[in-house]
């Protein structure tokens, strides 16, 4: 298989804090990775520095080309969609023009209207609330919409920052099997940061361990399900 | 009764223009957070543009047409080659570069087209409307309402204008939607940049033309910018129709004030609204939960 | 004292009613466990309890007085704390300063004895920043005792949250989604600091949170919203049973 985003030495600041010494990994096309780590280790940084969101230094490729350097939104004109910490909802703006700035890159109109209804049915929530101001949603609410505004992209690459966050139950579980059959059926690549282990070992293929900005672990997902110190860390038994 | 509808159509009319640039303070601040001093004398000189334009022997709405385009193009260049270098700096130095701006375009002015008062066409017929309201106070009217509900159209129903409204409400989410918002800036700046214009070249034969007539003009746009909410275009427009009626009827009906006063009259009104309502008439206070 | 009471609260936003007619009790001393869908109306509740929304209907009594005529900032002062799902801290100021803020309500040196910095005043200021120093060291907030809020990792926000509601000496904490953004260890230490919140400040708490294991594990008795009206009500163990709510809440996973 051929890495659709490979990253070497990759190094991020914020003005002058030192987050990301030196990280190494790569992404299978069509594949899912998960990034474990602690409160801090740089989970977030690691897929804001992907997106060009903070300073940084070192190489990253996306499909052969080099990315490091380029603005965030060229970045993501190439296909890479974001589901961001803190959700990065428009407050001011309704659901609808939310879901539809996903796709404000996009060429095909035809598509675009499809592609809202499907996320109107993924997200039956969401069609009710299509013409609520964003900034009033509940917190789940705003959680499905920023997952729903990434998926309009049709991405290549999904970059997702604890998608499960604030998300009841049986949600969390609806949007993990919509992940996967996304990944299947779409090809979508993912890179997913999730708190809760389990879901995330489940889905993905590979995983990398963090902690406090380094690579300390690697391998297939299985692998590192098995592992000591992730069992007890991130998965509790 | 008469003189009364007489004074608040006038007032609708003048009202108007502040509107206009009212709404050209808005969308700057909006898109940007700053406020740009220098909106009246960028829009003094697409009027001397239309002026040149029009002595050229070009027919007034060929040359009212393309001034607005050439006022586009110089505030988004404007944009994009003094203040997007800057876009780190501080506050007060965007201050000075307006202030700067302000005099550049005030003192260009000066030389190119000299100090002296000049007459500046108007395109409607001398008269009025049953003695009610002149033509040309007709025409402004129609005129500024078609630009007005243009940029609505624009700002509401096109894919363009829902990216410029994301990219002011929050640059780091349009940039994540892949808005590039350095561009949605200077559009930003353009667009203003016609509105300004096009009240320019209408209040230009009421007031004559010269390079220091905006500067009372401004700031009865600022006044109506404040009065409306400095983040709402809709508040804008109200607070622009606002202050232009109440000036001219408190001009009109309040003996002591008379022409002299109609200013502080209207910065009145500002300090009255900000007192009852301190984020504007149509002010927006902020959405987001907790 | 310390006892809540919930009775038939109605909130409606335009035409959608987000709690209709809601009733329901935290006794002194218990955990009480809010769960519910998306959007099922927990928040809405605590903002009603915080008084930052109207109630269009029913009443909320704590300690058999109606909290409804009361303003927002008396809230603190009659022993009601909260944390906030969407997270309102002060960005700009360290977390000693975002503790201190929390202080403030309680402290009783007076805005002239502040501003003249009385002996007594500052004896009062010097007694905050002890607390204030207590709490940090409770929730380890020592080690970024003076870094900035915007800086922190997610989760060391959420503790920060915490402390900064315990400033004012709540008897009752309402805690909107601690546990969001935290991994497995640290739910574990959370569960067992919301225990020794109660045990040894004993506190009544009432806990809304998506993250089953916490709930079940920390929770006396746990109240089911949905679409604004409570669905169930019982001890954890009722509930992970329950069919309704595993039909509309917990799935087949819960
Ligand atoms: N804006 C910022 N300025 C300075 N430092 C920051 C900033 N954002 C994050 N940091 C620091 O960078 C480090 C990594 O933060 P990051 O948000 O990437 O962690 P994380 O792994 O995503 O943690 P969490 O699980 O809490 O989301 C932390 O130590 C944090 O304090
Ligand atoms: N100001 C408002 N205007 C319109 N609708 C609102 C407003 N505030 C809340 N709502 C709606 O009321 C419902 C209840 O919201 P609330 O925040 O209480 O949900 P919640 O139970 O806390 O959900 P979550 O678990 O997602 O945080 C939601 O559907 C929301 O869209
Ligand atoms: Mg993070
Ligand atoms: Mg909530």
Redesign the pocket.
């Known amino acids: 298989m051929t890495h659709l985003l490979e990253v070497n030495d990759l190094h991020a600041y ?2 002058p ?1 030192h ?2 010494s030196g990280i190494h990994f790569s992404l299978n096309k069509g594949g899912i990775t998960t990034i474990l ?12 520095a992907l997106c060009g969101m ?1 300073t940084t230094k070192g190489q990253i490729s996306l499909d052969g080309r080099r990315i490091d350097g380029s603005a965030c939104e060229e970045i993501v004109r190439m296909g890479v969609a974001h589901v961001p ?1 803190g959700r990065g909802t428009f407050a001011a703006l309704t659901t609808e023009e939310n879901l539809k700035l996903g796709a404000v890159t996009r060429r095909d109109k035809h598509g675009v209207t499809q592609d809202l209804e499907h996320m109107y049915s993924l997200f039956p929530r969401l069609k009710e609330r299509r013409k609520q101001q964003a900034g009033t949603l509940s917190g789940g609410e705003q959680q499905m919409l920023a997952v729903a505004r990434a998926l309009m992209l049709r991405p290549n690459l999904l970059l997702l ?2 998608p499960s966050f604030g998300l009841a139950p049986l949600i969390v579980a609806e949007l993990f099997e919509i992940l996967g059959r996304i990944n299947r059926e779409d090809g979508v690549s993912m890179l997913l ?1 999730e ?1 809760n282990a389990e879901l995330a070992l489940d889905l993905a293929s590979h995983a990398y361990l ?1 902690e ?2 380094k690579v300390v672990l690697s391998g297939s997902a299985e692998e590192i399900q098995e592992h000591d110190q992730v069992r007890r860390t991130y998965l509790g038994y | 009764m008469d003189l009364f509808l007489q004074l608040v159509l006038s007032g609708l009319a003048t009202g108007c223009i502040y509107a206009c640039l009212a709404l050209a303070v808005v969308t700057i601040h909006t898109t940007s957070g700053q406020v740009n001093f220098a909106q009246g004398e960028m829009a003094m000189f697409s009027a001397y543009i239309a002026w040149s334009l029009i002595d050229l022997g070009l027919p007034y709405w060929l040359a009212f047409i393309l001034t607005l385009a050439v006022s586009f193009l110089g505030a988004a260049m404007i944009q994009i080659f003094l203040l997007r270098p800057m876009a780190q700096a501080s506050i007060l130095s965007h201050v000075i570069v307006f202030l700067g701006l302000f005099t550049i375009f005030n003192s260009t002015a000066g030389w190119i087209w000299s100090f002296t008062i000049k007459p500046f066409p108007s395109p409607f017929p001398e008269g009025s409307v049953m003695g009610l309201i002149g033509f040309h106070e007709l025409g402004v009217l129609g005129v500024v309402l078609v630009l007005l509900a243009a940029v609505y159209a624009f700002l509401n129903f096109t894919p363009v204008g829902l990216a410029m409204r994301a990219a002011a409400e929050n640059p780091t989410s349009a940039r994540l939607v892949g808005i590039r918002v350095g561009r949605m800036l200077a559009l930003g700046w353009g667009l203003a940049a016609v509105m300004g214009a096009a009240a320019g070249m209408m209040i230009a034969p009421v007031v004559y033309l010269e390079p220091n007539m905006m500067a009372g003009i401004l700031l009865y746009g600022f006044a109506a910018a404040v009065v409306g909410g400095i983040d709402s275009p809709a508040g804008a427009v109200a607070g622009g129709i606002l202050v232009g009626v109440i000036e001219n009827l408190a001009g009109a009906y309040l003996p002591f004030i008379g022409n002299e006063l109609k200013l502080s009259t209207a910065l009145l009104v500002i300090v009255i609204v900000l007192l009852v309502k301190p984020s504007g008439l149509f002010g927006r206070t902020a959405v987001n939960r907790v | 004292m310390s006892h809540l009471c919930i009775d038939k609260v109605v909130v409606r936003f335009g035409g959608i009613v987000a709690l209709d007619g809601v009733s329901f009790e935290v006794p002194e001393g218990e955990i009480v466990g809010l769960i519910g869908p998306n959007g099922a109306g927990k928040t809405t509740l605590f903002n009603c309890l915080s008084r930052l929304y109207q109630v269009h209907g029913g009443d909320i009594t704590y300690n058999g007085r109606s909290i409804l005529s009361l303003p927002p900032h008396r809230m603190t002062e009659i022993g009601i704390g909260r944390t906030f799902q969407n997270l309102a801290l002060f960005h700009n100021m360290t977390v000693r300063d975002n503790i201190l803020a929390g202080g403030h309500p309680a402290s009783r040196g007076g805005f002239i004895g502040n501003a003249l910095r009385l002996p007594g005043s500052r004896r009062e200021e010097r007694r905050l920043h002890e607390k204030a120093d207590r709490l940090m060291e409770e929730l380890d907030l020592t080690a ?1 005792a003076n ?2 809020v ?8 959420k503790r920060l949250e915490i402390a900064r509601a315990l400033m004012s000496d709540p008897k009752l904490l309402l805690l909107d989604e601690p546990a969001g ?3 497995h260890d640290e739910v574990d230490e959370l569960a067992e600091r919301i225990h020794g919140l109660r045990d040894e400040r004993a506190l009544t708490v009432l806990l809304v949170e998506h993250h089953m294991g916490l709930v079940m594990r920390v929770s006396d008795r746990v109240v089911v919203l949905s679409f604004g009206r409570k669905l169930a009500e019982g001890t954890p163990d009722e509930i992970r049973q329950h069919p309704e709510v595993i039909e509309a809440y917990l799935g087949k996973a819960g």
């Open positions: 914020y003005g804090t987050v990301l780590g602690a409160n801090g280790a740089g989970k977030t940084t690691t897929l804001r903070v910490e920052d604890e940061v708190q963090l406090t900005g | 970024v870094e900035g915007g800086e922190l990792p997610f989760g060391t926000r953004g935290l991994n």
